[in-house]
């Protein structure tokens, strides 16, 4: 959808651009409709409480994923 297109740009931009070596997503647990969009990108969850879900995506994961 158009976030998950945003956020992909983003993270070019965040990546390629600017040179940033990871990025987190942070949304609440409870929201399903934002946990998609890193799942789809293939973040990887580091954390998880009742108020926040912390996931990550590195420079270098994000330059060898597979492109759908």
């Known amino acids: ?6 956020t992909m ?3 070019d931009y965040a990546f390629f651009d ?4 990871f990025v987190r997503i ?4 409870s929201n399903r409709r934002s946990a998609g ?3 789809r990108l293939g973040f990887q969850w580091e954390s ?3 108020t926040v879900v912390v ?3 590195s420079a270098l ?3 060898h994923r597979s492109v759908e």
């Open 61 to 63: 994961a994000w330059r």
């Open 48 to 50: 998880e409480n009742a």
């Open 1 to 6: 959808g158009l976030v998950t297109r945003a």
């Open 26 to 29: 942070r949304f609440a647990p």
């Open 55 to 57: 996931t990550s995506m």
């Open 9 to 11: 740009r983003l993270l």
């Open 18 to 21: 600017r040179g940033l070596e």
């Open 37 to 39: 969009v890193p799942k």
